[in-house]
Nanobody
Framework: QVQLVESGGGLVQAGGSLRLSCAASGLPFSSYRMGWFRQAPGKEREFVAAITSSGGFTSYADSVKGRFTISRDIAKNTVFLQMNSLKAEETAVYYC?????????????????WGQGTQVTVSS
């Protein structure tokens, strides 16, 4: 059974930082592209960042470039999202996803498995 378990969310002031983690089990972790998405109340789920199966290439939404960093530890089956200079409008539930489908890395359709999400609240 595939499980993706996010952690590290919480309440932070605008301008602060958080580091999200996603522990994967039940799948060949090194074979999957990993992504982070977020969904604010009343809005669609949107792409944040992705990293290739090898960890050699990363992609980011324009809105987070230069502030967020995605990384993965293949030995620990874990993917991370370091978030700096957070903004109030980035308050959302953040989801980890594992994908092997031939869609664009920023499309939810490209991901086979999803975690339950972790709440990130940025106060202004």
């Amino acid at each position: 059974q595939v499980q993706l378990v996010e952690s590290g969310g919480g309440l932070v002031q605008a301008g602060g930082s958080l580091r999200l983690s996603c522990a994967a089990s039940g799948l060949p972790f090194s074979s999957y592209r990993m992504g982070w998405f977020r969904q604010a109340p009343g809005k669609e789920r949107e792409f944040v960042a992705a990293i290739t199966s090898s960890g050699g290439f990363t992609s980011y939404a324009d809105s987070v470039k230069g502030r967020f960093t995605i990384s993965r530890d293949i030995a620990k089956n874990t993917v991370f999202l370091q978030m700096n200079s957070l903004k109030a409008e980035e308050t959302a539930v953040y989801y980890c996803a594992a994908g092997a489908r031939s869609y664009g890395v920023s499309s939810t359709m490209g991901y086979n498995y999803w975690g339950q999400g972790t709440q990130v609240t940025v106060s202004s």
